[in-house]
């Protein structure tokens, strides 16, 4: 008596699933989750799969931001001529030429440490740790120069090197010695670059404002 019972529900559970396969909304999706026991059979009859006949005809509504439209007057002002940049923008001239005189101030003072560095490595004076010291103090503010010559080319200026000053081959003070007089000029040459770069901040932030 079970036996039937049990054959009775599998041939009658055989002829559901026949009709919900020849159904004309069945989806594979859904008779997965027909045997895992997600959903019912008569759930799954009810499902309705739609799609939009032409989606690209029909106007979006509630849209804020629509680039290609919008991308349109930008596309007009890009440059013809390969001589200007085509990444520039809201990038004043007096900006472009701060940035290069601030390049030519790191120049300067690296060679001036340099210059230091090939004092103080001489045999008759053989200071090697300020011989060092200068000579990394020489690379980081070259680092510097380079850093504003990669930004100068991202905002789409053109990098545009000065003369750079010959500083002295000779550091030795009669009051003060070579090591003491040095380490007072690069303190002083330290403040002088903070100053540039002072000014160089109150340059940006004018032309910045003005496009707020």
Do not use: W
Request: charged share 25%.
């Amino acid at each position: 008596m079970a036996l039937a019972a049990s054959s009775s529900s599998s041939l009658a559970a055989k002829q559901l699933a026949g009709l919900i396969t020849s159904s004309s909304c069945y989806t594979k999706s859904t008779a997965s989750l027909v045997k895992l026991g997600c959903i019912s059979p008569r759930t799954k009859r009810s499902l309705k799969v739609s799609a939009a006949v032409d989606a690209n005809s029909m106007p979006l509504t509630g849209v804020v931001f629509q680039p290609f439209e919008e991308v349109k007057k930008e596309v007009l002002d890009v440059p013809v001529s390969p001589l200007l940049s085509l990444a520039r923008q809201k990038y004043e001239d007096e900006c472009e030429a701060a940035i290069n005189e601030q390049i030519n101030v790191e120049y300067n003072v690296s060679y001036v440490y340099h210059a230091l560095y090939a004092y103080f490595d001489r045999d008759n004076i053989a200071l090697r740790g300020l011989a060092k010291f200068f000579k990394e103090s020489s690379e980081e503010e070259r680092e510097h120069a380079e850093k504003f010559m990669e930004y100068q080319n991202l905002r789409g200026g053109k990098v545009k090197l000065h003369s750079i000053m010959q500083p002295p081959s000779e550091f030795d003070h009669a009051e003060k010695g070579d090591a003491l007089y040095a380490m007072e000029l690069a303190l002083s040459l330290e403040k002088l670059t903070n100053e540039k770069l002072l000014s160089l901040h109150s340059v940006i932030c004018l032309y910045h404002l003005s496009f707020i």
